[in-house]
């Protein structure tokens, strides 16, 4: 399974994330055709290799070619003069201290007029009208629905009045749906990230001096693990926060991986410690693989799954028997259902499910659906199993499959399907146990057919 992964130490901007991305093995110039396809015309994209501690990377810069729509402030925001950058890069400069913007701020911020793009609907309209890839445009439109949803929040509007300042200008524009782009060209499997960084300190801007993070930072980053006071900056801005929290499948701290390649985003400020974003490519077992240590042909296999748990007191059998059903039927490997004593001893029980990385979230559905949880834990769970094959029995008895397994190299059991067991004792009026017996006798001189290898 490909997986591509944000780790997230110094934070993420919009630039940080698409020069990362490019770094990583995206084609700049393919990249820019697709961007050409949304109809704008008065910008140049160019990534330029440079070094931050040492580590070399590409940082990306958008050319407005002399546009009046970009929003330009002074130095009295904590940027630099003349273009206004960032902490990390060129794009992430119009923050007025709520993170992305007003609902209805041009005049207080000194803008003189409306800019162009800059609501939400005019910016959803823009990407949806494009001709670039269904699967980028899904994807640009859903980084900026979170920065609107964030932005109505922090003003107490709804996310269609929304107009955007610092992410609405067209070189955000540029790295938002560029990096959609660029996802989309790389066509992972899964999407994951470490914590992320948001910084420490001040920001001193149109509203006043505000604490790190800003507000829509905050709201953007809810439910996402994250470190702060690494660095005495603005490290996670909200075109950042929106891209890793629209894009990531899951959070992990720790996972089993080949490294295939890395990419680096480099900021614009040059700090103490290296201000750059790390995008790898890594190869992830999805299902079964020789266990590590194992010999070829041992038959022990390793599999790196999910256990999705969750605490129950309020829920009959009946429905702990549909839940089961359903979680099988989501692609749970295995489900079960244990008894336990909750708080102040109340009886209750613990539904748990074993999935692949591929399945989590059809799993997540239905344990959201079908039980009455409001929340669960997942667990990475490393599956060893031995190698097993099926085969066929044949004999008066007619014909009846076999599972054997085996341990390094070597027959250890075979067990005859209970089905087959089961129907030869209801035809002879005999036990089960009987009836494997006579299927073993009968079928002794039967033909088996060695059947596929299987792990699960």
């Given at each position: 399974?490909?997986?591509?992964?944000?780790?997230?130490?110094?934070?993420?901007?919009?630039?940080?994330?698409?020069?990362?991305?490019?770094?990583?093995?995206?084609?700049?110039?393919?990249?820019?055709?697709?961007?050409?396809?949304?109809?704008?015309?008065?910008?140049?994209?160019?990534?330029?290799?440079a070094e931050r501690g040492g580590l070399r990377g590409l940082h990306a810069v958008v050319d407005l070619e002399g546009r009046t729509d970009h929003i330009a402030h002074d130095d009295d925001c904590g940027h630099d003069p003349g273009h206004g950058h960032h902490d990390h890069g060129h794009h992430e400069h119009h923050s007025h201290g709520c993170g992305?913007?007003?609902?209805d701020h041009q005049s207080a911020c000194g803008h003189g007029g409306i800019h162009a793009h800059h609501?939400?609907?005019?910016?959803?309209?823009?990407?949806?009208?494009?001709?670039?890839?269904?699967?980028?445009k899904k994807r640009a439109i859903a980084i900026f629905t979170r920065i609107a949803e964030a932005e109505a929040e922090v003003h107490g509007v709804s996310p269609g009045e929304v107009t955007f300042h610092e992410v609405g200008a067209l070189d955000s524009i540029i790295d938002v749906v560029g990096t959609a782009i660029c996802l989309d060209m790389l066509g992972p499997d899964r999407i994951t990230?470490?914590?992320?960084?948001?910084?420490g300190g001040t920001v001193k801007c149109a509203h006043g001096i505000l604490?790190?993070?800003?507000?829509?930072?905050?709201?953007?980053?809810?439910?996402?693990?994250?470190?702060?006071?690494?660095?005495?900056?603005?490290?996670?801005?909200?075109?950042?926060?929106?891209?890793?929290?629209?894009?990531?499948?899951?959070?992990?701290?720790?996972?089993?991986?080949?490294?295939?390649?890395?990419?680096?985003?480099?900021?614009t400020r040059r700090m103490e410690r290296p201000n750059l974003l790390r995008v790898s490519l890594r190869e992830q077992p999805s299902a079964a693989s020789p266990a590590a240590g194992q010999p070829p042909g041992g038959g022990v296999l390793c599999e790196e799954l999910i256990?999705?748990?969750?605490?129950?007191?309020?829920?009959?059998?009946?429905?702990?028997?549909?839940?089961?059903?359903?979680?099988?039927?989501?692609g749970a490997l295995d489900v079960t259902i244990t008894p336990c004593l909750m708080k102040k001893s109340?009886?209750?029980?613990?539904?748990?499910?074993?999935?692949?990385?591929?399945?989590?979230?059809?799993?997540?559905?239905?344990?959201?659906?079908?039980?009455?949880?409001?929340?669960?834990?997942?667990?990475?769970?490393?599956?060893?199993?031995?190698?097993?094959?099926?085969?066929?029995?044949?004999?008066?008895?007619?014909?009846?499959?076999?599972?054997?397994?085996?341990?390094?190299?070597?027959?250890?059991r075979s067990k005859i399907e209970y089905e087959d067991r089961a129907a030869l004792a209801r035809t002879r009026g005999v036990s089960l146990t009987e009836a494997e017996h006579l299927i073993k006798i009968e079928g002794k001189e039967g033909n088996k057919t060695e059947g596929k290898a299987e792990y699960t």
């Amino acid at each position: 399974m490909k997986i591509l992964h944000f780790d997230c130490y110094a934070g993420i901007s919009g630039d940080m994330a698409l020069g990362a991305l490019v770094d990583l093995g995206v084609d700049p110039e393919k990249l820019r055709s697709e961007l050409a396809k949304l109809g704008v015309e008065g910008w140049k994209l160019d990534f330029v290799e440079a070094e931050r501690g040492g580590l070399r990377g590409l940082h990306a810069v958008v050319d407005l070619e002399g546009r009046t729509d970009h929003i330009a402030h002074d130095d009295d925001c904590g940027h630099d003069p003349g273009h206004g950058h960032h902490d990390h890069g060129h794009h992430e400069h119009h923050s007025h201290g709520c993170g992305c913007g007003d609902h209805d701020h041009q005049s207080a911020c000194g803008h003189g007029g409306i800019h162009a793009h800059h609501s939400w609907r005019d910016i959803r309209a823009l990407i949806e009208k494009s001709a670039i890839n269904a699967g980028a445009k899904k994807r640009a439109i859903a980084i900026f629905t979170r920065i609107a949803e964030a932005e109505a929040e922090v003003h107490g509007v709804s996310p269609g009045e929304v107009t955007f300042h610092e992410v609405g200008a067209l070189d955000s524009i540029i790295d938002v749906v560029g990096t959609a782009i660029c996802l989309d060209m790389l066509g992972p499997d899964r999407i994951t990230a470490g914590p992320v960084e948001l910084g420490g300190g001040t920001v001193k801007c149109a509203h006043g001096i505000l604490p790190v993070p800003a507000p829509a930072v905050l709201a953007l980053v809810r439910g996402i693990p994250v470190t702060s006071g690494g660095f005495n900056k603005e490290m996670t801005t909200p075109t950042g926060a929106a891209i890793i929290a629209a894009s990531a499948d899951e959070f992990v701290t720790q996972s089993a991986f080949t490294e295939i390649r890395t990419g680096c985003g480099i900021g614009t400020r040059r700090m103490e410690r290296p201000n750059l974003l790390r995008v790898s490519l890594r190869e992830q077992p999805s299902a079964a693989s020789p266990a590590a240590g194992q010999p070829p042909g041992g038959g022990v296999l390793c599999e790196e799954l999910i256990l999705v748990e969750a605490n129950i007191d309020d829920m009959t059998a009946e429905e702990l028997a549909f839940l089961m059903e359903r979680l099988f039927a989501s692609g749970a490997l295995d489900v079960t259902i244990t008894p336990c004593l909750m708080k102040k001893s109340r009886p209750g029980s613990i539904a748990a499910a074993l999935c692949s990385h591929e399945k989590l979230e059809a799993v997540r559905d239905a344990m959201f659906r079908y039980s009455s949880t409001i929340g669960f834990r997942e667990i990475p769970a490393r599956r060893i199993s031995l190698r097993r094959e099926t085969g066929e029995l044949s004999g008066g008895f007619g014909s009846a499959k076999t599972k054997e397994v085996y341990y390094n190299g070597k027959l250890l059991r075979s067990k005859i399907e209970y089905e087959d067991r089961a129907a030869l004792a209801r035809t002879r009026g005999v036990s089960l146990t009987e009836a494997e017996h006579l299927i073993k006798i009968e079928g002794k001189e039967g033909n088996k057919t060695e059947g596929k290898a299987e792990y699960t």
